[in-house]
């Protein structure tokens, strides 16, 4: 039996102190967010500095979910996740599985064009002539539009496809199946762990909508929660939030940003365990071809 020597010992709890300290500082940030939006008003108002409240009140969520404005960007929010995810994981998957046939004839170029927008972004004002030469500004569809898949997806697809023995298409072939159909019924069931990982990447991208949503859509009451969250910390009145039902008091600003920051992320939050099992085998999957 191999015992550590003084050193290993030394070096694995300096690595244990660290990472706890690494640990701390990332978790503390949200933990204060989220004491912060549940702590009584009057308590907070009282106090400069709340680390465990004595007592706990859902004013803030109350009045925030009151809010049509904000309601409405939880909304929009997740039509371009929803809509989004699926339109992505659609359009990237089918383009990957196509560039992993042999016999796709003219692959290797369009493989080259893939990687060619990888390494050359157009930038922001070729996507803004894009999309307002298709009459799209202020559509989520540009939102949607300008993210529907990425280069980099698309190659760790590939090679995901490429790890897929080609006589299970073969077969299918041969019992009457066409690509598509092969596609759909062989590939795709396979492929659930890689679908589920990049799936997760998509729908964080699509919540987190920002900045293609300030430059495309003008109408307020089309922007996403981020973009609403962003007016809020600026907007110390609360006035971005619109009309909100005058029975409810108004809690202080400062709990009721932290209260909007706790709901922004809460949705990801809430979904990552359900994919966990399957994200870290498709982040790695296709790396490795046997």
Known sequence: MNTATRGEKVFNVVNILILSLVGIVTFFPI?????????????YL???????PENW?????????????????IGVSA????????????????????LSRKKFKGRKIILMLVLFTILFNPGIIPNYLLIKELNLLNSLWAVILVSLTS?????LMKGFYDSIPESLVEAATIDGCNDITAWIKIILPLSLPSIAAFGLFYAVGYWNQYFNALLFLNDAS????????????IDSSGSSLGDVDPLIKP?????????AVIIAIAP?????PFLQKHFAKGVMIGSIKE
Request: glycine share 2%.
């Open 268 to 272: 990801i939050l809430l979904v990552y």
């Open 151 to 155: 280069g980099w997806f698309v190659i």
């Open 79 to 98: 039509f371009l996740t929803i809509v989004g995810t699926i339109l992505s994981l659609l359009i990237s998957s089918s383009f990957a599985y196509s």
């Open 31 to 43: 933990y204060y967010v989220f004491i912060v939006s549940f702590t009584e008003p009057a308590e």
């Open 57 to 73: 009140s859902l004013d803030s969520y109350k009045y925030l979910l009151s809010a049509d404005t904000f309601m409405n960007a």
């Open 46 to 52: 009282s106090k400069s500095f709340v680390l465990f």
């Open 251 to 259: 809690p202080p600003s400062q709990t009721l940003k932290m209260a």
């Open 222 to 233: 089309k922007w996403p929660i981020q973009v609403l969250l962003q007016n809020m910390l």
